[in-house]
């Protein structure tokens, strides 16, 4: 089965930067498009930014020019680069990846979830 383990949160001061990473790990055939979204309580989770497997990106306006995904297919591995980030940008970060398994079914899988917390 596969998994998403996220590292790389913690506690940062407002214009300063953290790096996330997710890693997949388990049998799969492929893995399309991931992607990072973020949450805080009592709201929705919101996407934050994703890309595809040839490294189309897509962002959140509100972190657009601050945030930069990457990925790195031959490890299943996507991080998310934050500079100047801001305390609205507190949240938990969720890492997501479309996951194609050994049948070609393709698999919603999400991670557990990353605490960045920005002090202002």
């Known amino acids: 089965q596969v998994q998403l383990v996220e590292s790389g949160g913690g506690l940062v001061q407002a214009g300063g930067s953290l790096r996330l990473s997710c890693a997949a790990s388990?049998?799969?055939?492929?893995?399309?498009?991931m992607g990072w979204y973020r949450q805080v309580p009592g709201k929705q989770r919101e996407l934050v930014a994703t890309?595809?497997?040839?490294?189309?990106?897509n962002y959140a306006d509100s972190v657009k020019g601050r945030f930069t995904i990457s990925r790195d297919n031959g490890k299943y591995t996507v991080y998310l680069q934050m500079n100047s980030l801001k305390p609205e940008d507190t949240a938990v970060y969720y890492c997501?990846?479309?996951?194609?398994?050994?049948?070609?079914?393709?698999?919603?899988?999400w991670g557990r979830g990353t605490q960045v917390t920005v002090s202002s």
């Open positions: 997501h990846a479309d996951v194609v398994n050994i049948v070609r079914t393709i698999m919603n899988v």
């Open positions: 388990g049998i799969a055939f492929n893995i399309n498009d």
């Open positions: 890309i595809s497997t040839s490294g189309s990106t």
